[in-house]
């Protein structure tokens, strides 16, 4: 079997892995929360809207201070929203997920034994290549 179908297979296992169901599942109530889906879409709006006054060769800094408010108002409710909240959790622990794998990848292509990787520590981007060395 080549390492390509290798990968494939392993990429379907990850797939069954608690962080990737648990970044499925907050994706996904996300996806169907109107609340928040509304929210989303208002903000849409609104940066658009800064962005548009923005462009204006006349700028109404009032406009703009006005704007400016909106956007980071809505964006501070929606990253406060609880689903948010779940998916960033779940989303940095796939991510952490995946750094390790990168880690244990990185390590075969330099000669090392991807066997003896360990699972990167707190703040460890996974990249070999600026790392000091953790093993």
Known sequence: M??????????VALQTDERYLALDAA??????DQGLQDM?????????????ELTQDTRDDA????LN?????LYGAIMSHEGMVAYNEA???AER??????????????????????????????SCSSCAGCH
């Not at 080549?2 to 990429?11: G, P, Q, T």
């Not at 994706?27 to 169907?32: S, T, V």
């Not at 989303?40 to 548009?52: H, V, W």
């Open 40 to 52: 989303i879409g208002e903000f849409n709006l609104a940066r658009m809207d800064l962005n548009n």
């Open 63 to 66: 406009r703009i201070a006005e």
């Open 27 to 32: 994706r996904r109530a996300n996806d169907e």
């Open 91 to 93: 989303q940095a622990a």
């Open 97 to 126: 997920l995946v750094g390790y794998i990168d880690a244990i990848i990185n390590t075969a292509m330099n000669g090392g034994d991807p066997m003896t990787v360990q699972e990167p520590s707190a703040g460890c981007s996974g």
């Open 2 to 11: 080549d390492v390509i179908e290798l990968f494939k297979k392993a990429a």
């Open 69 to 73: 408010a909106k956007v980071n108002q």
